[in-house]
T-cell receptor
Framework: NAGVTQTPKFQVLKTGQSMTLQCAQDMNHNSMYWYRQDPGMGLRLIYY???????DKGEVPNGYNVSRLNKREFSLRLESAAPSQTSVYFCASSGARGMNTEAFFGQGTRLTVV | AQKITQTQPGMFVQEKEAVTLDCTYDTSDPSYGLFWYKQPSSGEMIFLIYQGSYDQQNATEGRYSLNFQKARKSANLVISASQLGDSAMYFC????????????FGQGTELSVKP
């Protein structure tokens, strides 16, 4: 049971380069999320998708774009990476918009922008 | 404004003792859910416990219980009989109906269990 799969696990980018973080879930979940985790800041929501074809900004969307390609996949794109985007990125999914459904997380992507 | 506040950056507890991790939240939505997650040093996020705003009783899951005080807008996690394996980061999170299902996290508390 794969759950939520993120690729890549590690990435080093140069300032100004672009890249896409991939996320796929096999639990038939409607909702998907992208977070970034920085020391002392907890997990901050970048973008959220309640269902296929919909996306919504989170707490820190600047510098990022997302695509909900289908129900399974939710990608996060950095068009022009900056050192401030050095972080650990987590993708998550949950079963419904119901209040009692927990989110399941991928293993994270450690991104360094130099 | 911070929606979820965890005021304890770090906590220490002696093995086999109980510990309370604080979480306060801010919402005007009558319908919301509160979650606690554990993140060990390996990095994965592990769901621990859930409390709904309309739940009459405090949630419990094994050694974890949630001290839910709705009027004070607090949802503290209580870990009983601490074990060395409980050393980790702990995050409180909230989902509000009015926000369409977004799950927002607090800053986290790092718990260290001493032998």
């Amino acid at each position: 049971n794969a759950g939520v799969t993120q690729t890549p696990k590690f990435q080093v980018l140069k300032t100004g380069q672009s890249m896409t973080l991939q996320c796929a879930q096999d639990m038939n979940h409607n909702s998907m999320y992208w977070y970034r985790q920085d020391p002392g800041m907890g997990l901050r929501l970048i973008y959220y998708s309640a269902s296929e074809g919909t996306t919504d900004k989170g707490e820190v969307p600047n510098g990022y774009n997302v695509s909900r390609l289908n129900k399974r996949e939710f990608s996060l794109r950095l068009e022009s990476a900056a050192p401030s985007q050095t972080s650990v990125y987590f993708c998550a999914s949950s079963g419904a918009r119901g209040m009692n459904t927990e989110a399941f997380f991928g293993q994270g992507t450690r991104l360094t922008v130099v | 404004a911070q929606k979820i506040t965890q005021t304890q950056p770090g906590m220490f507890v002696q093995e086999k003792e109980a510990v309370t991790l604080d979480c306060t939240y801010d919402t005007s939505d009558p319908s919301y859910g509160l979650f606690w997650y554990k993140q060990p040093s390996s990095g994965e996020m592990i769901f621990l416990i859930y409390q709904g705003s309309y739940d009459q009783q405090n949630a419990t899951e094994g050694r974890y219980s949630l001290n839910f005080q709705k009027a004070r807008k607090s949802a503290n996690l209580v870990i009983s009989a601490s074990q060395l394996g409980d050393s980790a980061m702990y995050f409180c999170a909230m989902r509000e109906v009015s926000q369409g299902g977004k799950l927002i996290f607090g800053q986290g508390t790092e718990l260290s269990v001493k032998p």
